[in-house]
């Protein structure tokens, strides 16, 4: 458990290990929601890989998410963002290391603001991130609307842009089993994938289902920006299941690979 | 093209983003996002421009339409409000294809 405002974080640490000595360290932000939950296993599996070739993990659960403290209603976006920060500090104190952070889909989007924060800017991990944090609450709230989209005419529907206006007015809503308070959704709806005045080292992974894997044409257009901001990224598709959103739990082995591989490059 | 392929020591291969980027087929980007949100065989269901798909493909369901939404807006970046679509949207293959162009401004 980590003590900050509003109650224990609960984290996991996984001390570098292996045969060679410790290398590096990262913090892993985990995704919103049910994507939180579907991850679970491919975020374990790859704090051990990194683990065992002596990089230190802290994977920290967010106010309000996992085992931490509070409800998902308790959270805003600007405490996460302060979260992640202050796990990048307690494993910078814990392993002398500056880590690395690691972000998954939305994770990828608090990763990016929690540099403002930190003293240092930290090189990045992006698993499948999400770009646009506008779209992704467009995509959570159509999960309420969803049997509509195709049946009723637009005027009839109580569609998403209702329930914007209804987050915008201070409302809480209830979607997916989540309460979906305005402090999370309205700085979810601002946040964006933008490139870092700063120039750090980005790993920017996805999966992808062709053959041979790809990323996507929007990916590509952000690595761009990123890259002609000056910072160093490098794109690697791999192929995988999006096990962040399949209804079984789902393991990616190369996403696995080409992570450890890629910030090891960074270690050496 | 838009990649360039290498492959490095350890691994698996490993795709690079070319900076310069070119045209997008949009016709088979959507194709292939439909063939993968619902597990449509290759050479199953035909996917030519006048290719029907609401009422035509039964793995097209109201949550899988929802799921070719959102793919559609991740791989391309664009946001999709409620009143853009509806049943027509989804009639076929070309009336799809001609959304995505509207929404990419193509």
């Given at each position: 458990m980590l003590p900050l405002a509003g109650g224990g974080r609960f984290c996991i640490f996984h001390p570098a290990a292996g045969p060679s000595a410790a290398v590096g360290a990262a913090v892993y932000v985990h995704p919103f929601a049910e994507e939180m939950n579907?991850?679970?296993?491919?975020?374990?599996?790859?704090?051990?890989?990194?683990?065992?070739?002596?990089?230190?993990?802290?994977?920290?659960?967010?106010?309000?998410?996992?085992?931490?403290?509070?409800?998902?209603?308790?959270a805003t976006w600007p405490i996460w963002v302060a979260d992640?920060?202050?796990?990048?500090?307690?494993?910078?104190?814990?392993?002398?290391?500056?880590?690395?952070?690691w972000g998954l889909r939305s994770g990828c989007l608090l990763a990016v603001a929690a540099v403002a924060a930190l003293e240092s800017a930290p090189d990045l991990v992006f698993w499948q991130p999400v770009i646009s944090g506008r779209q992704h609450l467009q995509q959570f709230l159509r999960l309420r609307v969803a049997g509509e989209l195709i049946g009723r005419a637009g005027a009839d529907r109580t569609g998403t842009a209702e329930?914007?206006?209804?987050?915008?007015?201070?409302?809480?809503?209830?979607?997916?089993g989540y309460a979906?308070?305005?402090?999370?959704?309205?700085?979810?709806?601002?946040?964006?994938?933008?490139?870092?005045?700063?120039?750090?080292?980005?790993?920017?992974?996805?999966?992808?289902?062709?053959?041979?894997?790809?990323?996507?044409?929007?990916?590509?257009?952000?690595?761009?920006?990123?890259?002609?901001?000056?910072?160093d990224v490098?794109?690697?598709?791999?192929?995988?299941?999006?096990?962040?959103?399949?209804?079984?739990?789902?393991?990616?082995?190369?996403?696995?690979?080409?992570?450890?591989?890629?910030?090891?490059?960074?270690?050496? | 093209m838009w990649l360039h392929f290498v492959r490095f020591s350890r691994g698996p291969p490993q795709v690079v983003v070319d900076r310069k980027g070119s045209g997008l087929d949009v016709h088979s980007e959507v194709v292939k996002v439909l063939r993968d949100t619902l597990s449509l065989k290759p050479g199953g269901a035909p996917m030519a421009e006048d290719s029907p798909l609401l009422g035509a493909i039964p793995e097209l369901d109201s949550m899988a339409v929802v799921t070719v939404i959102t793919t559609l807006e991740e791989r391309f970046g664009f946001i999709v409000a409620d009143d853009e679509i509806d049943g027509s949207t989804f009639a076929t293959v070309g009336s799809l294809v001609a959304f995505v162009k509207s929404k990419l401004g193509a």
């Open positions: 579907k991850s679970r296993r491919m975020a374990a599996l790859q704090a051990r890989a990194l683990s065992a070739a002596g990089i230190s993990v802290l994977q920290i659960d967010l106010l309000g998410c996992g085992d931490s403290a509070g409800d998902f209603g308790d992640v920060a202050e796990a990048v500090r307690w494993l910078r104190a814990r392993t002398g290391f500056a880590p690395f952070v329930l914007r206006a209804k987050l915008e007015s201070g409302a809480t809503l209830d979607i997916a979906l308070v305005p402090g999370v959704a309205m700085g979810l709806d601002a946040a964006d994938l933008a490139p870092l005045p700063a120039r750090v080292r980005v790993a920017w992974l996805e999966v992808s289902s062709a053959e041979p894997p790809e990323l996507s044409p929007a990916a590509r257009m952000r690595v761009s920006a990123w890259q002609a901001a000056g910072s490098r794109p690697v598709a791999v192929a995988g299941l999006p096990f962040w959103q399949t209804q079984e739990i789902a393991e990616c082995p190369a996403l696995i690979d080409a992570t450890t591989s890629a910030v090891l490059r960074w270690c050496a | -």
